[in-house]
């Protein structure tokens, strides 16, 4: 009898127009490809709840804690509702940004004090076994904030996020910055200014060395 697959939870991160949407149908693809179930998913989203709070967050006027608590919201009902239920049921949860974006964007790009992002996400991520929840693997599609925006200009009308300034967006990717320093073994960094395949390809090698893949 063959062990169940375990459970794999692996984000994508990233300032906006780093091209991390663009690497998930394929890295979904990987694992299908080897006959496992995969569930694809984003945040803020991922469930009906979150889909209401995550039109709120682009689009409503609020203060930078009222941000913060509506993400961790939107992030516990996800997690309740999709991530954990998938987990358990061995699939593989690829998920589009995750608490890493709350500390890049809420604590370094708004100012949002680390120590309440830190009880906030210890409170949000405990498991129903007492655990944190954390992603088994980050890939941090990092870029500099002016190319990011050449490549979102040519493409949609900016959100309440992208349509911040380029300043911002370097805070920002200061603060993944710091958050993969102090995680070195689940965060890991791709070049993303490069052209779109040589970025697959450097996906496909941390996939591999990672073991994430067998
Ligand atoms: N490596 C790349 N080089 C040039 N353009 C890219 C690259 N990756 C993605 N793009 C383009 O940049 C835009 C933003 O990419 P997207 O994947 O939506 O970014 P994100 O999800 O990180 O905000 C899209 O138009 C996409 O086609
Ligand atoms: C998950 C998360 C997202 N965000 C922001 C980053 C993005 O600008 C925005 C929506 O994320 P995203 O889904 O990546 O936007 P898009 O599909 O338009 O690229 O939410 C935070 O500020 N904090 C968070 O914790």
């Known amino acids: 009898m063959t062990a169940a697959a375990q459970g794999l939870f692996i984000t994508l991160e990233g300032i906006d127009g780093a091209g991390k949407s663009t690497h998930l ?23 009906a709840l979150a889909e209401k709070l995550r ?26 509702l999709v991530i954990e239920p998938a987990l358990q049921a061995g699939s ?20 949002l004090d680390p120590a309440v992002l830190t009880a906030l996400e210890q409170w ?18 990092d870029v500099p904030p002016e190319i990011a925006a050449a490549r979102l200009a040519a493409t949609r009308a900016p959100d309440r996020f992208e349509a911040e300034p380029l300043a911002f967006f370097a805070r920002v990717r200061a603060g993944y910055a710091q958050r993969a320093a102090s995680a070195p073994h689940r965060i890991v960094r791709i ?24």
């Open 124 to 141: 949000v991520q405990q498991t129903d076994a007492g655990l944190l929840r954390q992603p088994d693997l980050t890939l941090w599609f």
């Open 191 to 214: 070049d993303a200014s490069r052209p779109a395949a040589e970025v697959w390809q450097a996906v496909l090698e941390v996939c591999r060395q990672k073991g994430v893949l067998a």
């Open 55 to 80: 039109d709120c967050l682009l689009h409503e006027p609020m203060d930078a804690l009222t941000e913060t608590l509506l993400m961790f919201a939107a992030r516990r009902d996800h997690l309740r």
């Open 92 to 111: 593989v949860v690829l998920c589009d940004r995750f608490t890493d974006a709350t500390f890049a964007y809420q604590g370094a790009g708004r100012g």
């Open 25 to 47: 149908e394929g890295l979904a693809n990987l694992w299908r490809q080897r006959g496992r179930a995969v569930r694809v998913t984003r945040e803020p989203g991922g469930t």
